[in-house]
């Protein structure tokens, strides 16, 4: 026996319960945004609310700022993005940021002769707790490298490289790449590295590890020891306080 096609009628049907459902399917997606929107309208209105009440503790706490941005964060709005918004005008925290910013590019410019232009965050806190006073805002690792950010994005040549569960901060436009990254890494327990350190620990050739040291040597990111005992060290700057921090000599 011979199957019988699919009628036309059956197909025309079939469409139409498609297309029905798609329409449906439409009709929903377009209801949840506006439900979305409406959500998050209320959420920024209760966020405004919520700034305005605790305004004096958003200003004075580090903590209460980290908390504030973190829920600022969750609906996509960023209290730092205009200077002239109402989250500036309300808190003033456009202000607190572009002062601090102005801090640090002080701080590392005063100790760039040093360090070459790379700091340790938590160097970089101390010496802008030092600067700012007993009496001054309290301002936490978490407002630095917020503040950071924000001079990042004005292009001249702030940058943070992770070292050690920290961060170092980068003060000057050197360019520099995941190698150059690595080594710093490698040279964070005892704030120097060698050539056969860096080739036993990295697997590199003698060529690549030359070419990264010789690179952080001219920018002044790192001193050579030509005498130590072995074969020549280069050494952090940027990472003797943290090492005299340890209880290690430099």
Same mark, same amino acid.
């Given at each position: ?26 009709? %929903? ?9 409406? @959500?998050? &309208?209320?959420?920024?209105?209760? !966020? ?5 009440? *605790? ?7 580090? =903590?209460?700022?980290?908390?504030? =941005? &973190? ?8 209290? %730092? ?21 102005? @801090? /640090? /590019? ?6 760039? *002769?040093?360090?070459?232009? %790379?700091? +340790?965050?938590?160097?970089?806190? *101390? ?13 936490? =690792? ?8 924000? %001079? ?23 360019? $520099? ?10 040279? &964070? ?12 620990? $990295? ?9 990264? !040291?010789? *690179?952080?040597?001219?920018?002044? !990111? ?16 940027? !990472?003797?306080?943290?090492? +005299?921090?340890?209880? @290690?000599?430099?």
């Amino acid at each position: 026996m011979h199957r019988r096609g699919v009628g036309a009628g059956a197909i025309a049907k079939k469409k139409l319960t498609e297309a029905r459902y798609k329409e449906r399917g439409t009709v %929903l997606a377009e209801d949840q945004i506006v439900q979305m929107s409406k @959500q998050l &309208e209320t959420f920024k209105s209760n !966020l405004e609310e919520f700034a305005s009440k *605790h305004k004096q503790e958003i200003r004075k706490s580090s =903590q209460f700022r980290v908390q504030f =941005q &973190e829920m600022c964060a969750t609906i996509g709005v960023d209290p %730092l993005a205009s200077g002239k918004g109402f989250w500036s005008e309300m808190l003033g925290v456009g202000d607190f940021y572009y002062e601090l910013g102005v @801090q /640090i /590019i002080e701080v590392c410019l005063a100790l760039k *002769h040093r360090n070459g232009g %790379l700091i +340790t965050l938590d160097e970089l806190h *101390h010496r802008v707790l030092k600067g700012r006073g007993k009496f001054a805002q309290d301002v936490s =690792q978490d407002d630095l490298v917020r503040a950071i950010k924000k %001079l990042k994005v004005m292009g001249n040549g702030f940058g943070m490289i992770p070292v050690g569960g920290s961060y170092l901060v980068q003060s000057v436009p050197a360019e $520099l790449n995941m190698d150059h990254t690595v080594v710093l890494q490698l040279a &964070e327990k005892k704030g120097y590295v060698s050539v056969s350190e860096i080739r036993e620990s $990295l697997k590199w050739e003698r060529e690549r590890a030359c070419h990264v !040291l010789d *690179h952080l040597l001219k920018e002044g !990111l790192a001193w050579l020891d030509s005498q130590a005992s072995g074969e020549p060290q280069y050494w952090l700057p940027a !990472l003797f306080s943290e090492l +005299t921090s340890r209880g @290690q000599s430099v």
